[in-house]
């Protein structure tokens, strides 16, 4: 199995380097404009004063992502995984580097910078297994007898004679013959049948397999997400009871409280009332004892004031008395 080439490198988006796993490098300008799987997939390929924005892009890829997406595989001649890429001036996807320099020359030569991406291609190209097996498949034919082939055209070779197609003496070819001839066709056809089959069923077996991890990677995924998720209700719903707990305590303590300063109060009250009362009636005896004083003042006084009264009138009784004896006199 050929080696993958080394993953060490250092990312110009994000600054990280070392094993980047999957890294998609410029064609043209190399290591200098290397990007990681993440970066790139978000965007951050931008042209600059020497990469510019038709420059392809080489994926490059460890082992362990090698196998994850390219899953049974073979690297090509160079060592390299199989390539997919985008035309820089309509977005489309999906071409091989020839597929791509066709699709240029086909579609795109009127764009002032077609010329520099064929050459860039073109480059590309002539060190690839592709270019020297064959230039493109033109198209599918398919005989009167049912058996289908393919019209391949390779790269002319310069200085090449053609062969020339030796003639063919005539003879009379027996019902046996062609019978025999017939029977080898009819095996060579069930052969090609058996092997497309069997191409097919390493396909699909491979496909199987393919699903099948991912089947068991998907069921793991959720098999794990709904047990973390499962904790995390327990433990929300724990945690919440905790919650409510804790409040009922709280309130229950508060009420406690309230209940107790509302037994206070009302002693309080009850305790003021009492003494109120108690100062009302003190009040009212002092109120009492002092109107009795006054009254016994008024009495006393009212006394005094008769006796003077009753004084005065016998010291004008006497002095009434005294005027006629010194009259007379």
Do not use: W
């Not at 990312?11 to 990007?35: H, M, N, P, Q």
């Not at 595989?73 to 309509?90: H, I, R, T, V």
């Not at 109107?291 to 009784?317: F, P």
């Amino acid at each position: 199995m050929t080696s993958l080439p080394s993953s060490e490198s250092q990312c110009i988006g994000c600054a990280v380097s070392g094993d980047l796993g999957r890294r998609f490098e410029c064609v043209v300008c190399g290591k200098e404009v290397t990007y990681c799987g993440d970066c790139y997939d978000q965007g951050k390929n931008q042209p600059g004063d020497k990469h510019k924005y038709f420059h392809p892009t080489k994926a490059i890829y460890n082992r362990v992502f090698f196998d994850l997406y390219f899953l049974g595989e073979q690297l090509d001649g160079n060592g390299d995984a199989p390539q997919s890429y985008k035309c820089a001036f309509c977005d489309e996807l999906g071409f091989t580097s020839m597929e791509l320099q066709l699709h240029v020359l086909e579609k795109h030569m009127e764009h002032p910078d077609a010329a520099e991406v064929v050459d860039i291609l073109d480059q590309m190209n002539q060190g690839s297994e592709e270019y020297k097996k064959s230039t493109e498949i033109r198209c599918q034919e398919k005989s009167r007898g049912g058996l289908s082939y393919e019209v391949i055209l390779a790269e002319p070779a310069p200085n090449v004679a053609v062969p020339k197609r030796p003639v063919t003496p005539g003879k009379n070819v027996s019902v046996e013959e062609i019978e025999q001839k017939l029977k080898a066709a009819e095996e060579r056809r069930i052969s090609l049948e058996a092997r497309k089959m069997a191409e097919i069923s390493i396909k699909l077996a491979k496909v199987e397999e393919a699903t099948r991890k991912k089947d068991e990677i998907t069921n793991e995924f959720i098999t794990q997400t709904k047990e973390q998720l499962e904790t995390k209700i327990e433990r929300h719903v724990e945690k919440r009871e905790a919650i409510i707990s804790d409040m009922k305590e709280k309130l229950k303590i508060h009420a406690q409280e309230i209940e107790k300063t509302r037994e206070t109060l009302e002693q309080q009250k009850a305790n003021e009332q009492k003494a109120i009362e108690e100062k009302l009636k003190t009040a009212q005896a002092l109120r009492d004892e002092n109107i009795k004083k006054m009254l016994d003042r008024l009495k006393e006084h009212e006394r005094r004031a008769e006796v003077v009264r009753q004084n005065k009138a016998q010291t004008q009784d006497i002095d009434g008395q005294q005027s006629p004896i010194a009259s007379s006199g």
